[in-house]
């Protein structure tokens, strides 16, 4: 049994999606490299589970 949830649980995906395009804008691909790797540190920390984070990881890695 998985522990990841995969299916949309945003209210407003659309709006989600444009909060982090517009985080990334006007800044530099290494301002923006950076900001992503804070944002995944807070949100593995947010998770805290290390089971789920690392089936996450999988999935992001298989996906791409």
């Not at 949309?8 to 900001?35: F, K």
């Not at 984070?53 to 999935?59: D, S, V």
């Amino acid at each position: 049994m998985t522990a990841l949830r995969t299916e949309s649980t945003l209210t407003n995906p659309d709006a989600a999606y444009e909060a982090l395009v517009e985080a990334h804008r006007g800044v530099s691909e290494a301002e923006s490299a950076a900001l992503n790797v804070r944002l995944v540190l807070i949100l593995s920390n947010h998770i805290g589970d290390l089971a789920v984070l690392k089936e996450a990881i999988a999935l992001a890695k298989k996906a791409g």
